[in-house]
């Protein structure tokens, strides 16, 4: 079975580093369905992605933000035909 953790947040953050966490959080609601704590997998499967669009190092967080947008609304879908194809 996999090690589930929970991030610990640290006492302070900047307002960017907030936004990247808020958007990494949406991205594995989106992906994994809303749960209290995600695998080690499932934070690497986002990493992962994040690497694949070349944005792992870019702190350029509106381009973070545009590509899980774009990966959320193609995981919406695919669950939506699967929903209504069986």
Known sequence: ??????RR???FVTDQEQRLLEIEDMRLVVKFGDKRR???Q???????????????DVRD???IEAVFRELNAA?????ARRYFSG
């Open 42 to 56: 499932e934070r690497e499967a986002i990493h992962q992605e994040l690497v694949a669009a070349g944005l792992d």
């Open 61 to 63: 967080l509106d381009a």
């Open 38 to 40: 995600y695998s080690d």
């Open 75 to 79: 995981d919406e879908v695919a669950a």
């Open 9 to 11: 947040q640290p006492d």
């Open 1 to 6: 079975m996999a090690k589930a953790y929970q």
